[in-house]
């Protein structure tokens, strides 16, 4: 369902009004006011809030007040249905763009949204490069353009997205100010915010990253079998609701089958499951007082449970952005919780293969580069699956290999994609033009030295000897106390 919901049956002076009884808060948590208030004076603003720190509200509230469309970009497109529905519930006209909406859908949304029907709008950053999109924004006024999950805009982010790049070319099309909002970014990464995004004088608030109800441990285990014990013994006698994170699909599914076998009620959650499945899964848990669900990242985001009492990563992460905004799941009642990571030898392996698979090493680049160059022709198209790809290589190249290769030739320039696949396409096809030289590859080189960075910070943290809170605060560019009493090491 695409249409607007009815408008809010009256106007508001108040934002706190506005809080209360639409949303049924009785005042603003800290941090969210001041970001409410810089979109009503318009003026652009960063928030960095942590996990739980209610952002959706400091663009929604905006948007129930502001007199023409609030437009949120952002990359979670498995929850903007649910961000739709919550602000249609409230009374706020609202809509998403996206690929999962049905093409007649996308048209009619499209055409209220011509005629100024809506008041909030969720877009993929993707949708933005669409020159029909474009034009369609030049016609309607914009109160508010919202980036969510900014840190995807900068290198240095643990989520990088090169569509983010191009959103600052906004500014000049659209005259409106920008509230950037995540949850999790150093002082480098809140830099190329500010300066990717252009934003002038922005109203900055950033919330502390300190939690301390919660407490962080790393515990090493030597096998499969002491990393079901471990996990058993946590999750049989938890008070609230529990999570484990795994960084595969294969291994979520392995967790479940041996919590279950043990006796437990656990649900698995990851990306290859259908979406009913999902939903079923996303329903039990917030419905339930003391569920349990084994997930890949996937899971998580926007799932509001405020009695999650214990986190355990059974790998360790490829980032401490992406731990700390996951294991931030916990406790958010306030009610101490746990934040466990499970430590075992291969887990460095696992990491090190997913950044070989989105930054290839520059031999491997140079290597697909020299047999694309004596399988084609300079000026050459070509537009082939993946697979076949693969097989007219010569089979040396595997299809991830491959396309992570040719992600990294294309950002130096030595192929060029010549326009965007029609819809029609095959699924997984790849088209592009080969150049006649090999620019040097630097920005790859970089990107992938970033990428080993954020695995090292991940390696100390796991070692380190002292305080762990102090470590993750201290990460994040917070002063911290040398011990927090709570953690593994100070306990």
Known sequence: MMGPSSTPSRSFGDPREVLQELFGFPDFRPGQRELVDAALQGRDALGILPTGGGKSLCYQVPAAMCPSLTLVVSPLISLMSDQVERARDVGIPAAQLTSAVEVHEARRARAELLEGRFKLLFVAPERLQSPDFRRDLARIPISLLVVDEAHCISEWGHDFRPDYLKLGELRDEVAAPIMALTATATPRVREEIRHFLRLSQPAEVV?????????????????????????????????????????????????????????????????????????????????????????????????????????????LPGTLEGYYQEAGRAGRDGEPACCLA??????????????????????????????????????QEVRLSADRLFRRLGGKVAPGELRASLRALERCGAVVSPSRLPESGEEGE?????????????SSVARRRRELAKLQAVRRYAGTRRCRRAFILRYFGEEAPPRCGSCDRCM
């Open 207 to 315: 919330r502390s990253f300190d939690r301390p109800n919660l407490s962080w441990s790393v515990r090493r285990v030597r096998g499969s079998a002491e990393k079901r014990r471990i996990l058993y013994s946590h999750f049989r006698g938890r008070s609230g609701a529990g999570l484990v994170y795994a960084s595969s699909r294969k291994g979520v599914e392995v967790v479940r089958d041996e919590l279950a076998a043990l006796g437990l009620p656990i649900e698995a959650y990851h990306a290859g499951l259908p979406a009913e499945e999902r939903d079923r899964v996303q329903s039990w848990f917030l419905e339930e007082e003391r569920p349990l669900v084994a997930a890949t990242n996937a899971f998580g985001m926007g799932v509001d449970k405020s009695n999650v009492r214990i986190v355990i990563h059974a790998q």
């Open 342 to 379: 499970l430590s075992a030898p291969g887990d460095e392996v696992i990491q090190r293969r997913f950044v070989d698979g989105s930054e290839p090493p520059l031999h491997r680049i140079v290597a697909v580069w020299l047999r694309l160059r004596r399988r084609f022709s300079p000026g």
């Open 430 to 442: 790849m088209e592009f033009i080969l150049r006649r030289r090999i620019p040097a590859p630097f």
